[in-house]
């Protein structure tokens, strides 16, 4: 079965960077567009990066901080994210969608991230 397990959660101060993986397992995976949500407390998850082949797309809100890449030899996603705010403090998912069936979604368990002022 499809699995995502993301890595590189942590504290970091404002204005630092921290580099999120995502390791997906069970899935063709250049066949899947990948994404990044995140959630922070008593908030809904979010939207905030996805890449489809050579395409990508981010929130209003990381734009020009945030950076996601992917590697089709490892099957793994990665999320760059630069001058962090306290802002982006929230539970990161990784996500994956089948081009083939895109009603369907599979998710990670989450990593933990922390921004502190």
């Known amino acids: 079965q499809v699995q995502l397990v993301e890595s590189g959660g942590g504290l970091v101060q404002a204005g630092g960077s921290l580099r999120l993986t995502c390791a997906a397992s069970g899935l063709t995976f250049s066949n899947y567009a990948m994404g990044w949500f995140r959630q922070a407390p008593g908030k809904d998850r979010e939207f905030v990066a996805r890449?489809?082949?050579?395409?990508?797309s981010y929130a209003d809100p990381v734009k020009g901080r945030f950076t996601i890449s992917r590697d089709n030899a490892k099957n793994t996603v990665y999320l760059q994210m630069d001058s962090l705010k306290p802002e982006d403090t929230a539970v990161y998912y990784c996500?994956?969608?089948?081009?083939?069936?895109?009603?369907?979604?599979?998710w990670g368990q989450g990593t933990q991230v922390t921004v502190s002022s």
């Open positions: 996500n994956a969608v089948p081009r083939a069936s895109p009603s369907r979604r599979f």
């Open positions: 890449i489809n082949g050579g395409s990508t």
